[in-house]
């Protein structure tokens, strides 16, 4: 078995550069979970567990709420840009690889905390999970609800997605269909004999694009949603009606819709169109989990320390499950989500120090 990669947890910045320059492809994150075991395994003050390449350290002061502050250690596919180099985004130093913003930079900023707060106000579940950039049934976070349930008992959540520094409560929903529409082949020169399922499709997608973006409001956050055909397929012999045709439909609804409504209603632009419509994906969202007092407290503490905004999370994520657990969850970490996937994807040095500085604010003992 190889030696574990040394990580310099004193330094968040450094250990965030440390994080991208070890590659964890999602399916390859052994080796930089072996270093996150170690680091955390050389602290006394913390119980660690290891499920797959998810890590789960615990601290046991006997606080009477339990917070936990979870990120994950994959990334989607390289792209020539590992490793890690410093260079200047927007005038402010900052950190460019893969896994920067999604989400190395978070990342280091629950490690760094973990391993030098050993008696924080809160009692804390610290969790490094695999799997997060691919198929649902391989999420780290999921396995780690259904093998080892305990390991997420909380009062309160904190996932590391990049929020810019800024608390984005919650997610939205989302819900994609696939949808098959009948017809009957017949020669296009007399195409009076068929029925082109291609052409069943129009009014379906006009009524879809005339849905735009509503905004719902979900416990004073504002969550906006879309309704989009993201994929059409059909047809063969460029002189046969088309007999059957595909369509993909995405919907990213509020989280006060239930995954059952949010299904119905996507089902009712088809009625009367003869087409089959199958799930082929449902993640319900999560509300905001701002009215907690718990997170009003980490919100009043964020805001004291700059100008932090509390915004709706618009896409999914994995606050989701924790939303599902019945534990307030919000999503909070540096770097700028419009950047994550990208060639560029870089952090703001400034970003990480600021988290850092509020979540151990946040988390710092009270005085005694």
């Known amino acids: ?21 070890i590659p964890s492809v999602s399916g390859d994150e052994a080796c930089i979970a072996d270093a996150v075991e170690a680091a955390l395994a050389a602290c006394p003050h913390l119980q660690v567990t290891r499920n797959a390449d998810a890590v789960v350290a615990r601290t046991n002061v006997g606080r009477p709420t339990r917070v936990i502050i979870a990120g994950h250690l994959d990334t989607v596919p390289i792209a020539d840009n590992v490793p890690s180099r410093w260079g200047s985004l927007n005038g402010e130093d900052a950190l460019f690889g893969r896994g920067s913003v999604d989400m190395k930079a ?13 008696a924080p106000r809160h009692d804390v579940t610290w969790i490094f999970y695999d799997h997060e950039e691919v198929a649902d049934a391989l999420n780290g976070l999921g396995r780690l609800s259904r093998e080892a349930p305990d390991l997420l008992e909380g009062d309160f959540a904190i996932l590391g997605e990049p929020t810019s520094a800024h608390i984005e409560g919650g997610c939205n929903g989302t819900l994609r269909v696939i949808a098959t529409f009948p017809g009957v082949a017949a ?13 069943k499709m129009a009014p379906v997608i006009d009524a879809i694009a005339a849905f735009g973006n509503p905004t719902v409001v979900v416990d004073g956050l504002a969550y906006r949603e879309s309704l989009s055909v993201v994929g059409v397929s059909g047809g063969g012999a460029a002189n046969v009606i088309p007999d059957t045709a595909r369509m993909t439909v995405n919907y990213r609804f509020a989280p006060s819709t239930s995954g059952e409504d949010a299904l119905a209603f996507v089902r009712s632009f088809f009625e009367g169109s003869g087409a089959v419509v199958e799930v082929d994906d449902l993640s319900p969202g999560a509300r905001p989990g701002m009215d907690a007092p718990i997170a009003r407290e980490f919100a009043a503490i964020a805001k ?25 969850a919000i999503n909070y970490g540096p770097g700028n989500p419009l950047a994550a996937h990208t060639i560029d994807e870089a952090v703001a040095v400034a970003e990480i120090r600021r988290c850092v500085e509020v979540l151990g604010a946040w988390l710092a003992p009270e005085p005694a």
């Open 1 to 21: 078995m190889l030696t574990p990669l040394t990580l310099t947890v004193t330094d968040p910045v450094q250990l965030t550069a440390e994080l991208v320059d």
């Open 106 to 118: 978070g990342v280091a900023v629950a490690l760094h905390l973990a391993c030098s707060l050993s």
């Open 187 to 199: 020669h296009s020169a007399r195409a009076w004999r068929g029925d082109n399922a291609i052409h």
């Open 304 to 328: 004291a320390r700059g100008n932090v905004q509390v915004n709706a999370k618009e896409g999914w994520t994995d606050v989701a499950r924790f939303g599902a657990l019945g534990i307030p």
